[in-house]
Structure formats: C-alpha cells, structure tokens
C-alpha cells in the first residue's frame, strides 16, 4: 500500500500529514478551503440578442472599390434601422441601441448619397473604411447625407450617431459629409479629401463634435504649386453650439467657414491656401452676434476674418508667415472682442498683425493686448510711449500702435523734468487723430511718459 506525506508550509509553522492512498474524500487545508472554486465562463443565454453589427460586405459591398456598392451599403443601412429598437432618445428619435455599420477596412465605391432614414433615429456608429465618390457622382452631393428627406417640424432628424475612422474620397463631385438638423453628431479620426464644395457641413440643430481630423481639397504637405487654384470650403459650420477640435486643413480656399453662434475651434492647425493668394483659415461670418472662441490654434500663412465681430475670442493662437487677424466692418460693428496673448511671425515686410477693413462706428469692449510680435507690425487698443524734448509742448504720436483711428478714450501720463529749479504747470491738450499732446506753462527741458486706452 503506497503512503503519500504532505506538507502544508504557512507562516513558522509547518503541519504534515500521512494518509493511504486509497482515501476517497480530497484532502483540503482549511486555509484552500475559502478560496472558492472556478466556475466555466458563462454562455449566452438561450433566445438572447446577438451584437447588431452589419457587415456591409455580407450585402454584396464590393471592398476593392471597382464595382459600384451604393445599393448595398444601403441594404445595409435599412437593417441597421429596421432592427428592434431600444425606445427613444429626444423624443420621437428611436434609439438603435448602438448598432454598427462595419465597413471592414474595405475601399468601396458609391455613385448616389448615402443617407440613412426617413424617420429619426439614435445611437448608431458607422465605421471602418473608405468611401470613393464614383465618376458619375452628383457635384451637388455628399458621401455621407445626414438629413431627412421628410424632417419633422420642429424636431431633429438624428442624434448621437458617430461617424469614425473614415476615409471620404469626394474624386473632386461635391462635399464630404453633410450633418442637417442634427444634435450630438461625433465626427471623429476622418480624413475627408477632394472635395469641390465643403469637407464637412453642419446647418441647423447643434452639438456637432469634430476633432482628430484631416481636410484638404488636394492632398499635398504644403508650398503646393496649385495653391492659387484651391477652391472649396473644408468646414462650414451653420449651426450653434458645435466645437472643431484637434484638426488639421491642409488645402481649400477656406479651412473653417463659421455662420452660427457659440461654436468653439481649438487646437485647429490651417494652412489651405495662403492669404497673399486670397485664402481665408478661419472666417467668422455672422455679422453683429458671432459668440465664437478661437484658442491655441496654429495659422500657418493663412488668417482670420471676422465680420461685424460680437464676443469673439482669439487667444494663445499662433500665426505664421504675415498670417494677420482682419476685422470687417459690415455695419460698423465691433463689440466684446478680445485679441489676446497670441504669437506673431512674419517677414519684416511691416504688416500689422491686426487690421481693418472698413469703417467702424460703434466700438465698444474692444482689447487687442499682450500679443507677441515679430517681423510683424504690432497693433493694440492699449499702448504706452515717451518723448523728450526742451519747449512748453511735447507731442507723442500713437498711430503705428493703435488699431482704430482718432479713437483715444483715456489717457494716463508723467511729466519728469531734469535739473530746473521751476515747477511748471502742465495739462493733456488733444488726443485727436491718435496723437496726445502734452503742454506746460514754462518753457522746461523735460520727458513725458504716456499710455493711452481706446476703450471706452
């Protein structure tokens, strides 16, 4: 009869144990004892929904790209919505549950629109490929159509839906991805290219998040020998309340087009094409209420143009290559605007770093300060100077620093004389045209140090 010995080690203390072999019972320390068994890994109920991912290719989606596969991505489009659903969202939006719309990393090629429902619906990622608009694709069309061709009065044609990791080839027949009447739309990892109209249109609703993107008409890495012959607009933001952030516009005539309020752009770098050609980075286009903030953005050789500007912010942006900020007067109206803590770079050739194009009459809360020039010309609301001089009058003139003209709302000055024994009287005299003058009543050798302010 064989003898088995066990040894159990814990602590200082060691426990040994002689038993036959033939003992049917398991033998477990009563330290094993609380550590409970492993169970097997549960199996899918019996009748439970499986993951609803709708593999396009399972429709006939041909992934080479050389035959059309418009009809199938729109069979598939159709089961992702006719699925069961999980109730609503906003009311009367059906929620889809979190379907997908697997493209599988396929190129595929699409000769109509692609557009989901009639009816509104939620919660519905499609992702995972590229999209080639066909030779015989409408110029006035999108790839991706996120509008309804029956919309609800007064409600929304969808909400939450991602659109990820996405290549759109607009093969130079229209836009990219059009989102209507939309809220919580997530356009995210995209590259969106030859497009003729936009890259990206958001009108009506709100809400709509772009980030981690690429747009740009032609592919190019920049000093593109066609810059001058760029054309289109990559994104045009008709809409409240949407951000563009983390994206980089490589070529269109404008990167961003803004004609809605509160929408913010961060982190957005834009060299499409050159101001000196006539391109535009970023265009604030809603004269009198644009509420728009514009923060650590990169301007490369391309500006900013704001309309009649109401609450906008510029700030910690950078701006290459004589990029400069041009405020347009549509109405004369500039109010609530701050320009603040940005870098400049240029090329010596004296342009300023904020100008104007036309006349403003009602300005109000305008701050263009603290801004880090070089080989630009600085211009500011706030500006301090001195000048020296032996008479009864000194006059310093601030018209190369300011940003509006005859515009001088306070003024703040020191009157510092050398060795004369006298102690003149003096007094601020004019501010017009931007130049203060300053008097005494003896004639003195003396410096006067000056800041003057246009805000009101």
């Not at 159509?145 to 290549?167: A, C, I």
């Not at 356009?187 to 290219?193: F, H, K, L, Q, R």
Request: net charge negative; proline share 4%.
């Amino acid at each position: 009869m064989m003898m088995i010995k066990i040894k159990f080690v814990y602590g200082d203390h060691y426990h040994h144990y002689n038993h036959h072999s033939e003992l049917k019972e398991p033998l477990i320390h009563p330290m094993l004892a609380s550590f409970p068994a492993p169970t097997p890994h549960s199996e899918p109920q019996q009748g439970s929904r499986p993951p609803r991912v709708y593999k396009v290719t399972s429709y006939g989606a041909d992934p080479t790209g050389k035959s059309d596969s418009t009809e199938a991505f729109e069979r598939a489009f159709a089961d992702a919505i006719g699925g069961p659903d999980q109730g609503s969202l906003m009311e009367g939006i059906t929620n889809l549950g979190g379907a997908q719309i697997d493209l599988q990393g396929g190129n595929y090629l699409i000769a109509r629109s692609l557009r989901l429902s009639p009816h509104p619906v939620a919660n519905l990622l499609i992702h995972g490929g590229t999209l080639t608009a066909s030779k015989d694709f409408p110029a006035d069309a999108f790839l991706i159509d996120l509008s309804s061709s029956s919309p609800k009065t007064g409600g929304y044609n969808y909400e939450f839906l991602t659109l990820k990791d996405l290549l759109l080839d607009c093969n130079y027949k229209g836009g990219g991805i059009s989102v209507i009447n939309s809220l919580r739309i997530t356009i995210e990892n995209c590259y969106i290219t030859h497009f003729t109209s936009d890259g990206i249109l958001v009108q009506g609703g709100h809400e709509t998040y772009i980030r981690n993107s690429f747009l740009g008409q032609h592919i190019t890495a920049g000093g593109d020998k066609g810059e001058r012959d760029f054309t289109g607009t990559a994104i045009r933001l008709m809409g409240n309340d949407n951000a563009v952030t983390d994206v980089v516009i490589f070529s269109a005539a404008v990167g961003i087009s803004i004609e809605g309020q509160a929408n913010i752009i961060s982190g957005v770098h834009c060299y499409n094409k050159a101001t000196g050609f006539g391109g535009i980075g970023i265009h604030v286009k809603l004269p009198g209420l644009t509420q728009t903030r514009i923060v650590n953005c990169y301007l490369d050789y391309t500006g900013i143009v704001a309309e009649d500007p109401v609450q906008l912010l510029v700030s910690n942006s950078f701006f290459l290559g004589d990029a400069f900020i041009l405020l347009k007067s549509v109405k004369g109206i500039a109010s609530g605007v701050s320009i603040v803590d940005n870098m400049f770079s240029g090329s010596d050739r004296g342009i300023d770093i904020v100008q104007l194009d036309g006349a403003f009459g009602e300005v109000d809360q305008v701050i263009v300060e603290r801004n880090s020039v070089r080989g630009m010309s600085l211009k500011s609301t706030v500006a301090s100077s001195s000048v020296e001089g032996n008479g009864t009058s000194w006059l310093v003139d601030f018209n190369q620093l300011l940003l509006f003209p005859n515009r001088i709302r306070r003024v703040q000055y020191s009157f510092s004389t050398g060795g004369d024994s006298s102690f003149p009287n003096h007094a601020l005299r004019n501010t017009s045209n931007n130049r203060v003058v300053i008097q005494s009543n003896l004639a003195v050798s003396a410096t006067v140090f000056v800041t003057v302010n246009q805000l009101a």
